[in-house]
């Protein structure tokens, strides 16, 4: 870590207790068994575009697993690794973005969403349930269904509240060439 920049380091710290604290005390159950809808992922989606993919990664794989430690007392790797690389897919997609100029268009909020869709499908699509089979042997049916709803609620909830917090913050931005002289 010594060559990533200390606020890219102090926000991963930050980033992860913020995601721990809100995937831990405010999720909302879907009614599959051990699937809530879990409301840091639009934290992290804004993280994870402002201090790229290995904060992403890490802020959601670190989160995550302070998440299982307090409420399942271990770790459930295959998810875990899951939502680190969905952190890792939306810092790829905030090199796209133009949100530091103060600018997040229609455009911008379509290539977030299709971005997010993509980390879904092979964060909770593929990862997830083959991880939980391939390691915990579970039924496939079952891994499936759960990868299905939380990859589901994890896209809607970037969808409306990431994208949110993401037009919110270029808002605070000054546009590039704003300024001018009088």
């Known amino acids: 870590m010594k060559d990533i920049p200390i606020k890219t380091v102090v926000a991963i710290g930050i980033g992860a207790a913020l995601f721990f604290l809100i995937g831990r005390f405010i999720?909302?159950?879907?009614?599959?068994?051990n699937t809530n809808i879990q409301l840091q992922?639009?934290?992290?989606?804004l993280f994870a575009?402002?201090?790229?993919?290995?904060?992403g990664f890490l802020i959601a794989f670190l989160g995550s697993t302070l998440i299982d430690f307090t409420a399942y007392?271990?770790?459930?790797?295959?998810?875990i690794l899951a939502a680190g690389v969905f952190g890792l897919i939306l810092g790829?997609?905030?090199?796209?973005?133009?949100?530091?100029?103060?600018?997040?268009?229609?455009?911008?909020?379509?290539?977030?969403i299709v971005g997010t869709l993509v980390g879904v499908?092979?964060?909770?699509?593929?990862?997830?349930?083959?991880?939980?089979?391939?390691?915990?042997?579970?039924?496939s049916s079952k891994v499936f269904t759960q990868g299905l709803v939380a990859g589901l609620s994890?896209?809607?909830?970037?969808?409306l509240a990431g994208t949110a917090l993401l037009a919110i913050y270029a808002k605070t931005?000054?546009?590039?060439?704003?300024?001018?002289?009088?």
């Open 27 to 33: 999720s909302i159950p879907t009614g599959i068994p």
């Open 41 to 45: 992922y639009a934290v992290l989606a």
């Open 49 to 55: 575009v402002l201090y790229g993919p290995l904060a």
């Open 73 to 79: 007392g271990s770790p459930w790797w295959s998810w």
């Open 92 to 112: 790829f997609v905030g090199k796209k973005l133009r949100i530091e100029s103060g600018i997040y268009t229609q455009k911008d909020i379509i290539l977030t």
């Open 121 to 139: 499908v092979i964060a909770w699509g593929i990862l997830a349930p083959i991880g939980d089979i391939v390691i915990y042997s579970e039924p």
């Open 154 to 159: 994890n896209a809607i909830t970037v969808a």
């Open 173 to 182: 931005r000054v546009k590039s060439g704003s300024l001018t002289k009088d």
